[in-house]
Every structure is written in structure tokens, then in C-alpha cells.
């Protein structure tokens, strides 16, 4: 059995690296103040999509915010990754949010494939990118709106199964 040197999942790393339904009541009252903003049954479905799996093999170490401000490149190449302040031990699902925050179309593919992970952890990994779309798009003064507007857009063009 492999050792892990980390520490789990929890409330340290903002819950990443659980399961995504431990934000479900704000995704519920998200959905309730945007009603008129989004379209409530598709985000509905793809919510119910991410809570019908769970990570089962053994936790892995996750970074937690894999965003573009922790990408560090030089001449057009991934050079580091800084910025562990969330990172722990379990479902790497919430690594992925990036597919939709910052691919597009083609670039989205390609990382799916090279990550290699089940269609399953890609459903979860929609339910955080839609959490925090969500979460986010209810404070119209957030400096993230726009941003987690158009992620929003990106995961509502892909069908729920993909």
C-alpha cells in the first residue's frame, strides 16, 4: 500500500480534493439568485452529473488552484507550478477547472487526453469549474465575473456527458 506525506483533504485546502457536493447548498442558492441569468436546468444537470461519482483508488497528492497565475512559462513551455497553499492528498478532479477557465475547444481535448483520467473525475472536475462559476456570477462586483461568465459559457456548450 503506497505511503502517503501530505496532508488530506479539508476545510485547510478550501475542500479541494474532496468531493465537490460539499459545496452543494451554495451551488442551490447560486442557482436560486441567478435564475434569471443562467440557464438553471442545464447547470442543474451537470451538477447532478458530477455528484453521481466519487474518487475510489487510492488518493493522489492535488494542487488545488491550477489557475493561469500559478503557470509559470518560458519561451511558450510550462516551466513550474507555484502557489501550494491548497494542495493536499485525494480527488484530483479539482486540478482539471483549468479545461474550461482557460481552454478552449481543441486545447480542452488534448489536455483531457493527456491527463488520462476517467470520464468521471472530468464530471467532477465540472461541478468545481461550475461551483465556482456560479459562486462567483453572484457577486456582479467580483473582478472574476466576466471571466467565470465565459466559463460558464465554455461548460454549457459541452454536452453534459463529455
Not at 491550477?66 to 494542495?87: H, K, P, R, W, Y
Not at 481552454?103 to 464530471?123: C, H, K, T
Amino acid at each position: 500500500m503506497p505511503v502517503h506525506d501530505g496532508p488530506t483533504a479539508g476545510r485547510h485546502c478550501f475542500y479541494r480534493g474532496c468531493h465537490p457536493s460539499v459545496y452543494g447548498d451554495q451551488v442551490q442558492k447560486a442557482l436560486i439568485a441567478l435564475a434569471d441569468q443562467v440557464d438553471v436546468d442545464a447547470c442543474k444537470a451537470m451538477w447532478r452529473a458530477a455528484l453521481r461519482s466519487v474518487w475510489s483508488t487510492a488518493p493522489v497528492w492535488f494542487h488545488g488552484d491550477v489557475a493561469v497565475g500559478n503557470l509559470l512559462t518560458a519561451e511558450g513551455q510550462l516551466s513550474g507550478v507555484i502557489d501550494f497553499g491548497t494542495c493536499g492528498i485525494g480527488d484530483p478532479a479539482c486540478d482539471l477547472v483549468i479545461a474550461w477557465t482557460f481552454l478552449r475547444g481543441e486545447e480542452r481535448q488534448i489536455f483531457r487526453e493527456a491527463v488520462g483520467l476517467p470520464d468521471d473525475a472530468w464530471a467532477r472536475a465540472r461541478g468545481w469549474a461550475l461551483w465556482k462559476a456560479l459562486i462567483t456570477m453572484t457577486e456582479a462586483e467580483s473582478p472574476q465575473y466576466e471571466t467565470q461568465a465565459h466559463t460558464l459559457v465554455e461548460l454549457l456548450e459541452e454536452p453534459v456527458g463529455a
